[in-house]
């Protein structure tokens, strides 16, 4: 156990990993235990950073500014000596090293993380230590993170969902523009690190998505051009597009049939506005009538013919 002055802890130092720093509800009930008891279950752990000689909490940000808010209580009877602050102390040459020791320190103990702290805790991984934190360029590494940050792998994949994004898209920029220089896919898939099978299925994706992108008729301009056209055996000229008979000249060359009932409609309309009918009939029926009446005599017997069958 050592001891040191709370006015020498930064405790605004960068190993504070979560992503709303204390929870002053959870700083008062430490302090009032403190009060009763004299001291916590376990010491605050503080590090002096070598290279630039200060000291930052690792583990104990809320018991450490318990004691700060305990000794401002005019009203809670309690001696707190904040020069003499019992610690847990250690030595890190670097402060990125101590955010890494920071990472995990609440995964069993102290106030619960939320999935806000463990993703701000990954995301300040990367920032600090990237290389110790990546397999390869452009691929992160899983299980060291894990082991790290101690979450679980739903956690791990929600927090990286972005920087692994990211790096996708850097490692296909630079799929793409080895290609543009000539590389055939062996040697980008060696200069990228990746599989053959990746670089391929960029390259297609990325032709793809370029035709995709083409204006219609600029594609037809393309096809046009890989099939010019034969002329025929006989060496007659081929006829311009204005002079060539199409099947579409039929179509818009034909007009709309008048409707056989049309003009029967309007007699029985007019007959029946003139002399009215003679008896009750149907619309459909009138319609039948005066039909019959048009046929020749001929037409006439045949039709009483298929009546009578």
Same mark, same amino acid.
């Given at each position: 156990?050592?001891?040191?002055?709370?006015?020498?802890? *930064?405790?605004?130092?960068?190993?504070?990993?979560?992503?709303?720093? !204390? $929870?002053?509800?959870?700083?008062? $009930?430490?302090?009032? #235990?403190?009060?009763?008891?004299?001291?916590?279950?376990?010491?605050? @752990?503080?590090?002096?950073?070598? *290279?630039?000689?200060?000291?930052?909490?690792?583990?104990?940000?809320?018991?450490?500014?318990?004691? +700060? @808010?305990?000794?401002? +209580?005019?009203?809670?009877?309690?001696?707190? *000596?904040? %020069?003499?602050?019992?610690?847990?102390? &250690?030595?890190?040459?670097? /402060?990125?090293?101590?955010?890494?020791?920071?990472?995990?320190?609440?995964?069993?103990?102290?106030?619960?993380?939320? #999935?806000? *702290?463990?993703?701000?805790?990954?995301?300040?991984?990367?920032?600090?230590?990237? /290389?110790?934190?990546?397999?390869?360029?452009?691929?992160? %590494?899983?299980?060291?993170? /894990?082991?790290?940050?101690?979450?679980?792998?739903?956690?791990?994949?929600?927090?990286?969902? !972005?920087?692994?994004?990211?790096?996708?898209?850097?490692?296909?920029?630079?799929?793409?523009?080895?290609? %543009?220089?000539?590389?055939?896919?062996?040697?980008?898939?060696?200069?990228?690190?990746?599989? +053959?099978?990746?670089?391929?299925?960029?390259?297609?994706?990325?032709? &793809?998505?370029?035709?995709?992108?083409?204006?219609?008729?600029?594609?037809?301009?393309?096809?046009?051009?890989?099939?010019?056209?034969?002329?025929?055996?006989?060496? &007659?000229?081929?006829?311009?597009?204005?002079?060539?008979?199409?099947?579409?000249?039929?179509?818009?060359?034909?007009?709309?049939?008048?409707?056989? @009932?049309? %003009?029967?409609?309007?007699?029985?309309?007019?007959?029946?506005?003139?002399?009215?009918? &003679?008896?009750?009939?149907?619309? #459909? +029926?009138?319609?039948?009538?005066?039909?019959?009446?048009?046929?020749? !005599? !001929? $037409?006439?017997?045949?039709?009483?013919?298929?009546?009578? /069958?």
């Amino acid at each position: 156990m050592n001891t040191i002055a709370l006015s020498k802890i *930064d405790l605004k130092a960068p190993t504070q990993l979560r992503s709303s720093g !204390e $929870d002053m509800s959870h700083v008062e $009930d430490l302090a009032h #235990s403190f009060a009763d008891t004299g001291s916590f279950k376990e010491l605050p @752990w503080v590090a002096l950073i070598k *290279d630039t000689n200060e000291y930052v909490p690792i583990d104990g940000f809320h018991r450490l500014t318990a004691l +700060q @808010w305990l000794a401002e +209580q005019e009203d809670i009877e309690c001696q707190v *000596d904040l %020069d003499n602050v019992s610690v847990r102390l &250690s030595e890190f040459d670097t /402060m990125p090293e101590a955010i890494v020791a920071a990472a995990g320190v609440n995964a069993n103990h102290g106030l619960k993380r939320t #999935s806000s *702290d463990i993703h701000s805790t990954i995301r300040k991984l990367l920032e600090v230590d990237r /290389m110790r934190f990546l397999k390869d360029k452009y691929t992160l %590494d899983k299980k060291e993170i /894990m082991s790290v940050v101690k979450c679980s792998s739903a956690t791990y994949k929600r927090a990286t969902e !972005e920087v692994r994004g990211e790096l996708t898209r850097s490692r296909d920029f630079g799929i793409t523009t080895l290609s %543009d220089e000539g590389l055939t896919q062996a040697e980008i898939a060696k200069r990228i690190g990746c599989g +053959q099978t990746t670089v391929s299925g960029i390259l297609k994706r990325k032709s &793809s998505v370029s035709l995709s992108a083409k204006p219609a008729n600029e594609q037809q301009e393309e096809v046009s051009k890989e099939t010019p056209a034969t002329p025929d055996d006989t060496g &007659s000229s081929i006829e311009s597009p204005e002079e060539q008979p199409t099947v579409f000249a039929h179509i818009t060359e034909a007009k709309v049939a008048d409707c056989p @009932w049309d %003009d029967v409609e309007e007699d029985v309309e007019v007959q029946e506005e003139a002399t009215g009918p &003679s008896f009750s009939e149907t619309h #459909s +029926q009138a319609r039948i009538r005066l039909f019959i009446e048009d046929l020749s !005599e !001929e $037409d006439k017997a045949y039709a009483l013919k298929l009546l009578a /069958m």
